[in-house]
């Protein structure tokens, strides 16, 4: 009789080294999972960080083109709408600190 000269193993799957595999691609899939989840969530907080600053620079651009919008109005509106609430013009004021708008009379 012949000796057989190649030795042949079989690999048997057992559930402990199924388990151990289906472990491991969780845990792999759960790990990129998380990375792309918080590069989304990062890159919108950044988006949103820009768009906060460029609404806080439109503000300010519209309340100087307001302030100049008034300044070029005409002053006979201004004067009839004084008038009409009784406003009279401020004279002889002194100003209580030097660096505010507070004013005595």
Same mark, same amino acid.
Do not use: C, P, W
């Given at each position: 009789?012949?000796?057989?000269?190649?030795?042949?193993?079989?690999?048997?799957?057992?559930?402990?080294?199924?388990?151990?595999?289906?472990?491991?691609?969780?845990?792999?899939?759960?790990?990129?999972?998380?990375?792309?989840?918080?590069? &989304?969530?990062?890159?919108?907080?950044?988006?949103?960080?820009?768009?906060?600053?460029?609404?806080?620079?439109?503000?300010?651009?519209?309340? &100087?083109?307001?302030?100049?919008?008034?300044?070029?109005?005409?002053?006979?509106?201004?004067?009839?709408?004084?008038?009409?609430?009784?406003?009279?013009?401020?004279?002889?004021?002194?100003?209580?600190?030097? %660096? %505010?708008?507070?004013?005595?009379?």
């Amino acid at each position: 009789m012949r000796n057989n000269l190649h030795k042949t193993t079989a690999i048997n799957y057992t559930g402990i080294g199924v388990l151990n595999v289906f472990l491991l691609a969780t845990a792999i899939f759960l790990m990129m999972y998380f990375v792309i989840v918080s590069n &989304v969530i990062t890159s919108s907080n950044y988006r949103i960080g820009l768009l906060s600053k460029e609404l806080s620079e439109l503000t300010e651009i519209n309340g &100087v083109m307001t302030a100049q919008k008034l300044s070029i109005e005409d002053s006979s509106i201004i004067l009839n709408f004084a008038q009409s609430h009784y406003m009279v013009q401020a004279t002889d004021i002194t100003h209580i600190f030097e %660096s %505010s708008n507070v004013a005595a009379r």
